[in-house]
């Protein structure tokens, strides 16, 4: 049974992204600063560039994508999409299965779509340094590339349990010349606070945030990027469903659900919120946010206001979160090791637009390696989940015989991930479901607002 492949032409990259505030139900809910009102983009501008700020706040439906950013996207856009014709014949089931192909990109996953307009609207401000986070290290090795091709030098607090799980992602931000710490570190206040406290941290998403952030705000000559959770960077990343759109139509499907992994939100987004648009209009489609059962933060965690960071220096955030001291398990998803998740997202999960559902982490691999065995992709543990979660739905559809047609986001390849397949097939991988009662202690250290 042949594979199927379907491409775009180059002038076919989107023109424009799409904002999802313009179609919600609600306007979004508005960041705080401490003293509990709302952060205006004045506040912002610490950190971020004036054309970012405006993006975060928009509620204009169409963004357009300047000419420089399109130009470098055409590096690999647009991505490929393909029907997963082997792995449909492997379930035995009657469902069309097409995935969006995110690992084409240089940086081998979809965060370069933000990382490039980030580095653009900074260097166009006159920045020329940035500092970030990373956890797995796709989204400090996609800024690190970008920093490269718009002449912004870049430094990368890497979460201190991926930096020694996955020394080759911090390789490749050094090859494009980044400069990568393990965190924490002893470089920051925010650092040596919980250094002092847990000397063995292996990190969290919150902890680098925290400690790039303060760089950030206590240097004139630096900004912070941020690879995931806020607006803009959600908007970036819609490239992907609009594509995959204008892909399924030339096709002649449209998706009846779409998954997508979730840690911060802008995988999910991405592919998902430019169907939203659809739904909005009364079109059926299910939006469904995958994320690991030792992270569960849609699914088991407290729509509140919360620091985006561990030590407390970003805006209060209204979001789904575990509380914002929470250190996960060192699973080998370590993209969706996040303790909150996009306010967007968080919302729209509130109020019922789009799903959530958890998976653990053996069955993720067990999907992703039937995936490879199908499809040749070998796929990043993250987008594992996003697979995970299409075969259980594939596997419904064989029970019921409903021919439905199922749309996931395959995020990033797993050539760097090769350590945990080896730990898979060596049955040392365990499923790690986190305390309930772990949950309940960090959620009463939520900060007390309205």
Same mark, same amino acid.
């Given at each position: 049974?042949s594979?199927? #492949?379907?491409?775009l ?5 989107p023109?424009?992204?799409y904002?999802?505030?313009a179609d $919600? ?10 003293d509990? #009102? ?6 912002? /501008?610490?950190?971020?560039p004036?054309q ?8 204009e439906?169409w ?6 950013v ?8 647009p ?6 014709r082997?792995?449909?014949e ?7 299965i ?12 979809h ?5 490039l ?5 900074n260097r166009?401000?006159g920045?020329?340094r940035l ?8 989204w400090?090795?996609s800024?690190?590339?970008a ?10 607090? $890497? ?10 992602r911090?390789s490749? $931000?050094?090859?494009?010349g980044?400069?990568?710490?393990a ?9 040596r ?5 847990? *000397? @063995?941290?292996? /990190?969290?998403?919150?902890i680098?945030?925290s ?6 705000a206590?240097r004139?000559?630096t ?7 806020l607006?803009?960077?959600l ?7 609009l594509?995959?759109?204008?892909q399924?139509? &030339? ?10 992994? =979730? ?9 998902a ?5 659809? &739904? ?9 946010a995958?994320?690991?059962?030792? =992270?569960?933060?849609l699914?088991?965690?407290h729509?509140?206001?919360d620091?985006?960071d ?7 955030l209204r979001m789904?979160?575990?509380g914002?001291?929470?250190v996960p398990?060192a699973?080998h998803a370590?993209?969706?090791?996040y303790h909150?998740?996009? *306010? ?15 998976v ?6 067990e999907?992703?390696?039937l995936?490879?065995? =199908?499809?040749?992709i070998?796929?990043?543990p993250? %987008?594992s ?5 299409c ?6 559809c ?6 439905k047609?199922l749309l996931?986001?395959? %995020? ?5 991930? $090769? ?7 060596s049955?040392?991988?365990e @499923? ?8 309940e202690?960090a ?5 007390k607002?309205?």
């Amino acid at each position: 049974m042949s594979q199927i #492949k379907i491409l775009l032409d180059e002038h076919e990259i989107p023109t424009h992204w799409y904002n999802v505030v313009a179609d $919600m139900p609600n306007p979004p809910a508005p960041p705080l600063g401490p003293d509990g #009102k709302p952060v205006g983009p004045e506040q912002l /501008g610490a950190i971020f560039p004036p054309q970012l700020i405006e993006q975060e706040v928009s509620a204009e439906r169409w963004i357009p994508i300047p000419e420089p950013v399109r130009e470098a996207y055409r590096l690999w856009r647009p991505s490929p999409l393909y029907r997963a014709r082997r792995l449909e014949e492997a379930l035995g089931t009657p469902a069309r299965i097409y995935y969006k192909y995110e690992g084409v990109s240089p940086a081998g996953s979809h965060k370069p779509n933000t990382a490039l307009p980030q580095a653009y609207y900074n260097r166009e401000a006159g920045v020329h340094r940035l500092t970030t986070e990373t956890g797995a290290g796709q989204w400090g090795s996609s800024l690190a590339l970008a920093g490269r091709l718009f002449g912004v030098d870049v430094r990368v607090y $890497m979460v201190r349990v991926s930096y020694e799980q996955k020394p080759y992602r911090r390789s490749m $931000m050094q090859t494009w010349g980044a400069e990568v710490l393990a965190s924490p570190t002893d470089r920051t206040e925010a650092g040596r606070k919980v250094l002092a406290e847990h *000397p @063995d941290s292996p /990190g969290s998403l919150g902890i680098a945030i925290s400690e790039a952030v303060e760089e950030a705000a206590t240097r004139d000559d630096t900004n912070y990027a941020l690879g995931s959770v806020l607006n803009h960077v959600l908007l970036h990343q819609t490239v992907i469903g609009l594509e995959a759109k204008k892909q399924l139509e &030339k096709a002649g499907e449209y998706p009846d659900a779409i998954f997508a992994a =979730c840690g911060g939100g802008s995988n999910f987004g991405g592919i998902a919120f430019p169907f939203l648009a659809d &739904k909005a209009a009364g079109r059926e489609v299910r939006l469904v946010a995958v994320e690991p059962t030792s =992270c569960p933060t849609l699914t088991r965690g407290h729509y509140a206001y919360d620091f985006g960071d561990t030590v407390g220096l970003t805006p209060l955030l209204r979001m789904y979160t575990l509380g914002h001291d929470f250190v996960p398990p060192a699973i080998h998803a370590g993209g969706l090791r996040y303790h909150g998740d996009s *306010p967007l997202v968080s919302q729209l999960h509130a109020e019922g637009i789009v799903e959530a559902v958890a998976v653990p982490q053996v069955a993720t691999f067990e999907a992703g390696v039937l995936f490879a065995r =199908c499809e040749g992709i070998i796929p990043a543990p993250e %987008s594992s989940h996003a697979i995970r979660a299409c075969i259980d739905e594939a596997l419904r559809c064989k029970e019921t015989g409903e021919a439905k047609t199922l749309l996931f986001n395959l %995020s990033g390849h797993g050539h760097f991930d $090769m350590a945990a397949y080896d730990k898979y097939f060596s049955g040392e991988l365990e @499923d790690y479901e986190y305390p309930q009662e772990a949950i309940e202690a960090a959620l009463e250290r939520l900060p007390k607002v309205g």
